[in-house]
């Protein structure tokens, strides 16, 4: 272990001063006899100990033999730390490719991915899980992620077709042209980087070169959702695409949603942050008062009222949540599929063009 360790160490200081290359071939020579399974050369082990602690042997020659045992300790700490950190380099090297974030658990925490709400896993993380001293379930959940990515990396390279991930009843932003290709985005109502790429989706003038359609997917928290009211506004949402209003330039649905994502109350608050904030029954009312605002009669608004809260809404929202998960394997919100890819996170108005 000390001889591996020294290579370790090393290889950084001789790249830096020529007087440690002369140790470096030799500790190479060693380090390649021990991941052989064969007895590293002590002659060169006891050398570099010895230059090491002839400072100390000459002053306190006492305490050589703890110091001896001290640096073994910390050659295995070297060693230790050198492989995982390896490992966390291959790990986030690999979600990074898949998943457009270093962290699958926490995505929004990787500055090298784009910006997004994050998905998160429900299961313990490392450190969680060795804070609660359970060993066997911190490697095991962190090695069963990394199996999920490696899994995964096909889907990565793979032609994403928007159209094979449509939700059955699925609406348009603008009206649907045969023509035109498809696009999917995947998106929380209540999340502020959802916000935002609607946003460049409109300068982009996007909607009218694509066939612009959507999945709501209410982004789980430990305890509900990440954004109280994120699935009410889905219920009211999927209720609408099952009761569509006859004749709409744009769907009812996609009429809240801009509401939601671009216009702001009286007091010049975005509305988005209104119904994050409002309790249920005051997003209830909200909901309701736009579905009328929009062209519902009071009939139609009480029908959709009804089917919100419907066994078949929550089918398809769970439906939906299974497409995403299984499916797309994204871990961040927004995600939008076009032009053959899948877009992790918010993209912006140039790649949007």
């Not at 998106?187 to 009218?208: M, V």
Request: glycine share 6%; with cysteine; aromatic share 10%.
């Amino acid at each position: 272990m000390f001889c591996i360790a020294a290579f370790i160490v090393l290889l950084f200081m001789a790249a830096v001063s020529a007087r440690y290359r002369r140790y470096l071939a030799k500790a190479a020579s060693c380090t390649f006899r021990r991941v052989t399974f064969r007895p590293c050369d002590t002659t060169f082990k006891q050398d570099l100990k010895d230059n090491m602690l002839a400072p100390l042997a000459a002053r306190r020659p006492g305490l050589v033999g703890p110091a001896s045992v001290a640096l073994e300790v910390v050659a295995f700490l070297v060693v230790l730390t050198t492989i995982w950190s390896g490992y966390v380099v291959v790990e986030s090297a690999a979600n990074l490719y898949v998943y457009g974030t270093c962290n699958k658990q926490d995505s929004a925490s990787c500055s090298l991915g784009a910006e997004a709400c994050s998905i998160p896993d429900q299961t313990p993380t490392f450190g969680d899980s060795i804070a609660a001293w359970d060993i066997v379930g911190a490697f095991g959940n962190d090695f069963v992620r990394l199996g999920e990515t490696f899994s995964a990396i096909p889907s990565r390279m793979q032609n994403w077709d928007a159209k094979e991930y449509l939700p059955a009843n699925a609406t348009y932003l603008n009206e649907f042209d045969a023509q035109k290709p498809t696009a999917l985005e995947v998106i929380d109502p209540g999340c502020t980087y959802c916000l935002q790429l609607f946003e460049n989706l409109e300068e982009a003038g996007f909607a009218n070169k694509q066939n612009l359609s959507y999945i709501a997917f209410p982004i789980p928290a430990p305890t509900g959702y990440k954004f109280p009211n994120s699935l009410l506004v889905t219920q009211y949402l999927e209720a609408l695409r099952l009761n569509p209003l006859a004749d709409a330039k744009t769907p009812v649905d996609w009429e809240i949603l801009k509401r939601i994502y671009t216009e702001k109350d009286a007091a010049g608050v975005s509305w988005q942050s209104v119904i994050n904030s409002a309790d249920a029954v005051e997003a209830t009312a909200l909901l309701q008062d736009w579905a009328a605002e929009f062209g519902l009669s009071q009939a139609q608004v009480d029908t959709v009222a009804s089917v919100a809260g419907s066994d078949k809404v929550a089918g398809i929202i769970a439906a939906n949540k299974q497409t995403v998960k299984e499916r797309i394997h994204t871990v961040k919100i927004p995600t939008i599929i076009f032009d053959g890819r899948r877009h992790d996170g918010l993209v912006s108005v140039g790649d949007l063009d």
